[in-house]
């Protein structure tokens, strides 16, 4: 559903701030790919370079902060409680119960979508 919602962002005319670290998880491996599947394009140099310098524009101002990045850093599940999970050293809480969790007060970063919002949380 991430996905979904960021694609539908991305298409429109006026930026949509990502609502979640699902969001920002997802943008991350849009941008990623784009990025590779840029060497398999049939263009010009100067063609892949201008895409390139906008995805990487696009990934410097979407993201609220890049703490997400510390999961591909573990070498096993086990260190995920070391990641803070109370937000002492400024970290957001990288748990997946929390990836879905509204950024803010939900207003200014904008709602996620409904099927990914649990109450029980």
Same mark, same amino acid.
């Given at each position: 559903?991430?996905?979904?919602?960021?694609?539908?962002?991305?298409?429109?005319?006026?930026?949509?701030?990502?609502?979640?670290?699902?969001?920002?998880? =997802?943008?991350?491996?849009?941008? /990623?790919? =784009?990025?590779?599947?840029? /060497?398999?394009?049939?263009?010009?140099?100067?063609?892949?370079?201008? =895409?390139?310098?906008?995805?990487?524009?696009?990934?410097?101002? =979407?993201?609220?902060?890049?703490?997400?990045?510390?999961?591909?850093?573990?070498?096993?599940? /086990?260190?995920?409680?070391?990641?803070?999970?109370?937000?002492?050293?400024?970290?957001?809480?990288?748990?997946?119960?929390?990836?879905?969790?509204?950024?803010?007060?939900?207003?200014?970063?904008?709602?996620?979508?409904?099927?990914?919002?649990?109450?029980?949380?």
């Amino acid at each position: 559903m991430a996905l979904t919602v960021v694609g539908w962002k991305l298409a429109q005319l006026e930026p949509q701030p990502l609502a979640n670290m699902a969001e920002e998880f =997802a943008l991350h491996v849009i941008i /990623d790919d =784009a990025i590779a599947d840029l /060497d398999m394009v049939d263009a010009d140099d100067a063609t892949k370079e201008a =895409a390139s310098t906008a995805l990487r524009d696009l990934y410097d101002n =979407a993201f609220e902060d890049n703490d997400f990045l510390e999961l591909y850093d573990l070498e096993d599940s /086990d260190e995920i409680g070391d990641l803070d999970p109370h937000g002492i050293m400024g970290m957001g809480d990288l748990r997946f119960k929390k990836w879905f969790k509204p950024f803010g007060s939900g207003v200014d970063r904008g709602v996620p979508h409904p099927f990914v919002l649990n109450t029980d949380s």
